[in-house]
């Protein structure tokens, strides 16, 4: 089971990017899927999650109205849209999922990750 996250980049502060995780090895149509961060030498913290059929969301409070997660079951794919980008959002971000219902927000709660991709945001 993989998790292919993909879409990270250099981008200027106020700038966009779109990243996306498409899982392979076994569906994830009724997992919560969700997106974690980790800049260097913090954390890995939570971003934003959404559940199976898109109907709940849950982002942390630095990205609420710039970031949008969203899913299209149908093309297996998570898609996680960052708008207005800041410096502070420079981190590897990571796509994850777990076979539950309510959303969690902990890193450990989630059972499968991907590798990561790098987004950075230059001032």
């Known amino acids: 089971v993989q998790l292919q996250a993909s879409g990270g980049g250099l981008v200027q502060a106020g700038g966009s990017l779109r990243l996306s995780c498409v899982p392979s090895?076994?569906?994830?149509?009724?997992?919560?899927m969700g997106w974690f961060r980790q800049a260097p030498g913090k954390e890995r913290e939570f971003v934003a999650a959404?559940?199976?059929?898109?109907?709940?969301?849950r982002y942390r409070d630095s990205v609420k109205g710039r970031f949008t997660i969203s899913r299209d079951n149908a093309k297996n794919t998570v898609s996680l849209q960052m708008n207005s980008l800041k410096p502070e959002d420079t981190a590897l971000y990571y796509c994850?999922?777990?076979?539950?219902?309510?959303?969690?927000?902990?890193?450990?709660?989630?059972?499968?990750w991907g590798q990561g991709t790098l987004v950075t945001v230059s001032s």
């Open positions: 994850a999922a777990k076979d539950t219902i309510i959303i969690p927000t902990a890193p450990s709660d989630y059972g499968y």
């Open positions: 959404i559940n199976w059929n898109g109907g709940n969301t």
């Open positions: 090895g076994r569906t994830f149509s009724r997992s919560i």
